[in-house]
């Protein structure tokens, strides 16, 4: 009867199987912009370290030799709201409203506390939102958690996002259009501006943006997209991650204190966990700290990307990213497999990203690439094609 019990999970398996779909935990040893897996040594191009700083040791010999004896607790031990609230975490949150020149700031554990909290918490039964197609997995599990109603437009298609806007205005309290800045799987960039526009247009209208891929390696000071296109003070909802180009963990919100003050009362995946140790606070404001400095890194990344970007377009690739993401549509799950296998063997670590992350027919390679890509990178990584 036990066995019995177990042959759902063992039949779920093969079937991921005979799709190509099927998972499994890698072995790495990330070294710099390159990572060692099952003992061979590749280029690194399936990393979220953009700025390359990951492995950057005299950067943490920096920061260990200058922090402080009671930021290098290596546990909060419980919530903020009981006795983890340490000193380092308000300092974090002055930095961030301070460079994004906002009211106040909001610190969470990782990005998928922040799009799983936020929106539950400041939506209801009044609240209508309105989510990109392409809109990450932690939103989508986020919105399902809201008592709201949802509908999620095309992609990119704020024609039709005005339209339904336009429709549903007199139905609803508020309405929270969301988006990704820089969407994860192909690369693309919102039109913030024009989003900026349409909301002050809608009374009622909120922006919720996830600036996930783009702060660090976007904007004069790495602030992200928002900053690039000037439109910080426009968005209600400014949330990024401090996980991947910021090479620390976490993520946080830069809004009105009104928005900090309520989701301090009302988001749950914030009052029910233990909060990050202090030491990475401390590590993660550090880095904040030196974002400014990292404008040739930022640099080098976009340029790059545009040289790889060219490449893939002038050989018939085709390729509508916008950023340091590119993806290679190659169509179903097994070739894909294949042709990063085929990468891997050439030196250069790839990824396939099949369903459910990417519809049923688009899986692809997606190449993220890292401040650290030089030329002779880019002309290893094309002679691996």
């Known amino acids: 009867m036990e066995e019995n019990i177990y042959k759902y999970f063992e039949q779920e398996l093969e079937s991921l199987d005979g799709t190509g779909n099927r998972r499994k935990l890698p072995h790495a040893v990330n ?133 339904l806007i336009e429709k549903n205005k007199n139905d609803f309290n508020r309405i929270i259009v969301v988006t990704e800045s820089i969407f994860s799987m192909d690369g693309d960039t919102a039109n913030l501006p024009l989003l900026a526009d349409i909301k002050k247009r809608y009374p009622g209208v909120m922006l919720y943006v996830d600036e996930a891929h783009a702060v660090g390696v976007r904007g004069k000071n790495g602030l992200g997209l928002a900053e690039e296109t000037g439109c910080i003070k426009d968005i209600d909802f400014l949330c990024g991650t401090f996980g991947k180009a910021l090479c620390s963990v976490g993520a946080y919100i830069v809004c009105r204190k009104s928005v900090r003050e309520y989701l301090v009362n009302r988001m749950r995946t914030l009052i029910f966990t233990t909060a990050l140790p202090p030491l990475n606070i401390a590590w993660t404001k550090f880095v904040l700290d030196h974002l400014p400095d990292f404008y040739e890194r930022r640099n080098n990344l976009a340029l790059s990307s545009n040289m790889l970007r060219r490449i893939f377009v002038d050989k018939g690739y085709g390729c509508i990213s916008e950023s340091h993401i590119l993806p290679l549509i190659i169509g179903k799950s097994e070739d894909a497999i294949l042709k990063a296998e085929d990468m891997q063997k050439k030196g250069v670590y790839v990824l396939p990203i099949r369903p459910p992350t990417v519809p049923e027919g688009t899986s692809r390679l997606r190449f993220s690439l890292t401040a650290s890509i030089g030329k002779n990178d880019l002309e290893l990584i094309i002679k691996s094609l």
């Open 31 to 163: 070294e710099g912009k390159y990572i060692s897996v099952n003992g061979k040594r590749m280029l690194n191009l399936s990393s979220n370290d953009y700025l390359g700083l990951a492995c950057n040791h005299k950067l943490q010999n920096e920061f260990l030799n200058t922090v402080g004896e009671k930021d290098r607790l290596l546990s909060a031990s419980s919530s903020r709201l009981l006795t983890g609230n340490f000193g380092i975490y308000d300092e974090l949150e002055s930095r961030l409203a301070e460079l994004f020149r906002t009211e106040s700031a909001l610190v969470f554990n990782s990005g998928y506390h922040m799009n799983m909290g936020i929106l539950p918490a400041v939506s209801d039964s009044s609240t209508l939102i309105l989510a990109d197609k392409l809109v990450h997995a932690s939103i989508i599990d986020g919105i399902r958690l809201c008592n709201a109603k949802c509908i999620r437009f095309r992609h990119q298609d704020y024609g039709q996002l005005e339209k």
